[in-house]
């Protein structure tokens, strides 16, 4: 199981990014997904949470601004990123608790994606 994601770039202060992130392998089902982000210097911190049925929760500061939304027919979540500033700087990383098919259900994380904000 890999998940791959992309969409990061730099962007100015305003702007937007759409992130995506697709897993691939033996899937039996996937359960939460979710988008992290990492800082220079800081901790990873949960941005957003979806789970099967499509319900989602935000962190304060992205609020209003970001969305998630997941495919599950192409087992791929997205991150829509409006009115972007220097504070949401950071990698960008997906996460997924995925079952495989074997039954074995373990989180997987994917290689992150660089999101620069210019003021």
């Known amino acids: 199981v890999q998940l791959q994601a992309s969409g990061g770039g730099l962007v100015q202060a305003g702007g937007s990014l759409r992130l995506s992130c697709a897993v691939t392998?033996?899937?039996?089902?996937?359960?939460?997904m979710a988008w992290y982000r990492q800082a220079p210097g800081k901790q990873r911190e949960l941005v957003a949470l979806?789970?099967?049925?499509?319900?989602?929760n935000y962190r304060d500061s992205v609020k209003g601004r970001f969305t998630i939304s997941r495919d599950n027919a192409k087992n791929t979540i997205y991150l829509e990123t409006n009115s972007l500033n220097a504070e949401d700087t950071a990698v960008y990383y997906c996460?997924?608790?995925?079952?495989?098919?074997?039954?074995?259900?373990?989180?997987?994380w994917g290689q992150g994606t660089q999101v620069t904000v210019s003021s």
């Open positions: 996460n997924a608790d995925v079952v495989d098919s074997r039954g074995r259900r373990q989180i997987y």
């Open positions: 392998g033996s899937i039996r089902k996937i359960d939460n």
């Open positions: 979806i789970t099967t049925s499509g319900a989602s």
